[in-house]
């Protein structure tokens, strides 16, 4: 099968392919959510699962979704139908968009603390900090305590303000399209912000106590091995490499015919990796720094970055360079996340980009109101539960451990099973031009057999069926 679709924008080169991609890659989910999740789930473990998870099933799964993209020229959705039209497959895109939507709610969120941190750090709030003020600046823009405050009282009104203030961002830049917008801010801003990341690990290596962070994060305590940090590894792999999300399949649909998808994918999964452990070299000696828990959780970043720069020449025209960078890359996270939806919505409802861009933006705005204030359990809606959880944590838990893995592995079974061998192989070499046989045999082998099996291990274990 030819590639199908009517002529569309796409990017302009590899170079920009690699930007493009590396610019969903790399956002929040490296200087947020890895440093977190790695803090909660026992440093150096939960690493080690988690490499094990970007190469067994991250690679193998975005080279999917690349080859579903590129072959098919069309978003997440009219891509499973123009391979198989009528069938049941089509859903799995559904659920892609599902997952887009789902993360856009509470990232969107997330990226309003960068800006209001941004903004702060602007103004010289951080000049005099220390750790508890830093503590309760961040309790200030999350919204502890405000729970039975009106809807329209200033404490209530902050993160959403800064919510709307980042959607209003990430509108403008995908009204510009593919490569007026998405590329153009991704091949600026990246370089600069893995610069600025490395000024951070330099400061931080050299505070007292440093080596104490360092050992957290790179020693291998096997015992802290467990189902629930094997699936917090998967859910973070799948977060960070912009999986199951419909984002690669749309981003693959804007390939040019050259790129090659193998060399690609291992360079966006090693500079990913790179600035993750980057991050978490700013951070975790930080952290032990100045005797704060590894464990602090979503507003680790945010408690220990300050402290970082309060330490050095010049800190807080550094720290208002790197939030205002580290505001980039949330922006071009949620570009990637965005362009989604609004691919869909262009294409199959024949809509105007703009008009698709302003209706989801109104859309995730509202929606997303509802995890911007239930962050905290003293937050407004802070005491409204769903199946267990606050409506941030539902949004995350649903799309990150369930959704993403299961769309995962419905991604490899289609691709290893029901897609022709021939096909896959003449996409993967770059329609036979490339000599990488062995390439494409070890990934049909792994795709096939190793990636579905850790997907099904974990997923049996997440539902109860299994034990281990």
Request: net charge neutral; proline share 3%.
């Amino acid at each position: 099968m030819e590639n199908t679709g009517k002529p569309r924008e796409g990017f302009s080169s590899g170079l920009a392919v690699f930007f493009a991609s590396l610019g969903s890659a790399v956002g929040l989910g490296n200087i947020w959510k890895f440093p977190y999740l790695t803090g909660s789930n026992g440093g150096g473990a939960f690493l080690f699962v988690y490499f094990i998870c970007i190469l067994f099933v991250g690679i193998p799964v975005l080279l999917c979704e690349w080859y579903i993209g590129r072959r098919t020229r069309h978003n997440a959705i009219g891509a499973f139908e123009s391979l198989k039209p009528g069938s049941l497959w089509k859903g799995v895109g559904v659920m892609g968009v599902l997952s887009a939507y789902l993360v856009m709610f509470f990232y969107t969120c997330v990226a309003g603390w960068v800006y209001f941190y941004c903004f702060k750090a602007l103004t010289g709030a951080f000049a005099s900090i220390s750790a508890e003020s830093v503590e309760g600046l961040f309790g200030e823009v999350i919204g502890v305590g405000t729970a039975g405050q009106s809807f329209f009282s200033k404490a209530v009104l902050s993160p959403i303000f800064w919510q709307f203030i980042v959607l209003c961002v990430v509108g403008f830049g995908i009204s510009m399209g593919v490569r007026g917008g998405i590329e153009r801010i991704t091949k600026t801003l990246m370089p600069l912000l893995f610069v600025l990341i490395v000024i951070c690990d330099i400061r931080a290596l050299t505070l007292p106590g440093a080596g104490e962070g360092i050992r957290f994060l790179f020693h291998i305590d096997f015992s802290r091995i467990t189902p629930s940090v094997a699936l917090s590894a998967l859910g973070l792999a799948f977060f960070k490499l912009s999986l199951a999300m419909g984002i690669m399949i749309t981003y693959g649909s804007y390939f040019t015919e050259d790129v090659h998808l193998f060399k690609t994918a291992g360079k966006i999964a090693f500079s990913d990796t790179l600035v993750s452990m980057l991050a978490g070299l700013a951070i975790f000696p930080t952290v032990f720094s100045f005797g704060m828990e590894p464990s602090a959780g979503p507003g680790l970043l945010f408690m220990t970055i300050p402290l970082v720069f309060s330490k050095m020449p010049f800190g807080t025209v550094l720290l208002a360079a790197f939030f205002l960078l580290t505001s980039f890359a949330a922006t071009t996270a949620l570009l990637s996340l965005m362009e989604v939806p609004v691919a869909f919505w262009s294409e199959e409802f024949k809509m105007s980009r703009k008009k698709a861009t302003f209706m989801n933006c109104l859309f995730i705005g509202l929606v997303g109101i509802t995890a911007t204030l239930s962050v905290d359990s003293s937050s407004l809606l802070g005491g409204i539960k769903l199946f267990g959880d606050g409506f941030f944590d539902f949004y995350d838990h649903l799309s990150s451990n369930i959704i993403m893995p299961l769309g995962g592995l419905l991604i490899a079974i289609f691709v290893g099973y029901f897609s022709k061998k021939e096909d896959v192989a003449y996409e993967l070499s770059n329609h036979g031009t490339l000599e990488n046989g062995f390439y494409v045999r070890f990934f049909s082998f792994v795709i096939r057999y190793v990636s579905p099996a850790l997907l099904v291990i974990i997923l049996l274990n997440t539902i109860g069926i299994i034990s281990f």
